[in-house]
């Protein structure tokens, strides 16, 4: 999906800027006659990439922070141009304080608040605006923001998790590189260079240990070359989006981490079908938002077909219970809930377990990944002190 920019014009009104979410230029203008306005010029297309204002600029807002506010004094029955008023008033900085006011003139304009986030493309998550926009036109907006805030609350809370269960390993492993190089790089030549000199011929495992240097120093080398080509030239070569679909099926393949993965696309996927249906979103609307959140191209396409199963007359349960990428045992959850009317909290209950499933299993990863870096690193300094060790020994018999 990409971001368009039009200038457009309802019945009786002035021209504004409107931005859209469509696969093409055509389905964009397609949408906006669905809204009764009236396409005028296309003005450009929105880079998600990037913010307008640059990314050193982009970081100073907190859409977090923003987000915990407006669910207060929404919920406390403050209209939304006043609750950004105040919002605006108490910015932790001028950045802050100048993307608030921005919302605000984009208000009195008559945009929607929906559009408006849209239009800031990558600074918000994917689902914001879609999860936005469906609390306006239900009139929830405050609840759907409450849910907002708590998505986001666990999903920085995880991210923090794996950032600091991630800075120990990640030293190790710095460290076991840094000390292979060094030793194949720098300590094996000069010691092979010292034979030399000598004017012996190198023994069998001095050999050894040259052939493993030239492998990890050229090999590495080529290796770098590689990776900046395929950077470069395979988004040109194969698409990006063809590219894109190659990385998300190398990434399910590896194991373990292809499970991660999977676990973590579906707790985000789970959890907007529970925030949606919580607030009684058309379940058409609820599946094609909920969808648009998952980012692996894989995961996505399986779930093509949802929508038509659920406009062919089958229940949210018995369309998604095929899936190989569901959790196990949520359809039948979701089954009991749509039985008892629950189906809301049922995936809210489903989202959590997700999410805490997806915290034993990185935590379970990292506990693992450290002893097997520290084993790797001792085998190689063995590998070297053994392999001169017999050198010298060999030495040592030759002048004997």
């Known amino acids: 999906m990409a971001l368009y920019l039009y200038k457009a014009i309802a019945p009786g009104e002035a021209a504004k800027e409107v931005t859209v979410e469509a696969e093409n230029l055509r389905e964009a203008e397609q949408k906006l006659r669905r809204m009764n306005l009236l396409p005028v010029r296309f003005i450009r297309e929105v880079d998600p990439a990037q913010s307008e204002r640059g ?59 929906s559009e408006l986030i849209r239009s800031y493309g990558a600074l918000f998550p994917g689902y914001y605006a879609n999860l936005i926009e469906t609390g306006e036109e239900t009139g929830r907006l405050p609840e759907v923001l409450e849910e907002l805030r708590r998505f986001m609350t666990e999903s920085r ?79 040109h070569l194969l698409g990006r989006e063809k590219l894109a ?90 089954r009991v809930g749509e039985e008892s009317g629950t189906s809301g909290s049922m995936l809210m209950k489903a989202a959590s377990h997700v999410e805490e499933d997806t915290r034993r299993q990185i935590k379970r990863l990292l506990s693992m990944f450290e002893p097997l870096v520290i084993v790797g690193l001792a085998l190689v300094v063995m590998t070297v002190v053994l392999a001169i060790f017999m050198a010298i020994m060999e030495l040592n018999s030759v002048e004997m």
């Open 55 to 113: 990314f050193l600029h982009r970081s100073k807002i907190d859409v977090l922070d923003m987000t915990e506010q407006l669910s207060a004094l929404l919920n406390s029955a403050i209209p939304l141009e006043r609750a950004l008023a105040i919002i605006a008033e108490g910015a932790a900085n001028d950045e802050q304080h100048e993307f608030i006011q921005t919302l605000r003139q984009g208000l009195h304009e008559g945009r929607k608040f």
């Open 245 to 334: 679909e190659i990385k998300a099926k190398i990434i399910l393949s590896l194991p373990l981490f292809g499970a991660l993965h999977t676990s973590v696309e579906m707790g985000k996927f789970v959890r907007t079908l529970a925030i949606l249906i919580s607030n009684h979103v058309d379940i058409i609307k609820t599946v094609r938002i909920a969808v648009k959140v998952i980012q692996n191209p894989v995961i996505r396409y399986s779930f093509a077909e949802l929508e038509n199963k659920l406009k062919s007359g089958l229940k949210l349960s018995a369309a998604m219970e095929d899936n190989q990428y569901l959790p196990k045992g949520l359809a039948s959850r979701l």
């Open 157 to 235: 809370e995880l991210k923090d998790f794996i950032v600091t269960s991630s800075i120990y390993p990640v030293v190790v492993l710095a460290v076991a590189i840094l000390v292979t190089i060094l030793m194949f790089a720098v300590f094996v030549p000069r010691f092979v260079t010292q034979f030399e000199n000598m004017g012996r011929d190198l023994p069998g495992s001095m050999v050894f240990l040259m052939n493993m240097s030239n492998v990890i120093v050229y090999g590495g080398i080529a290796l770098v070359i590689a990776v900046i080509a395929g950077v470069t030239a395979l988004p």
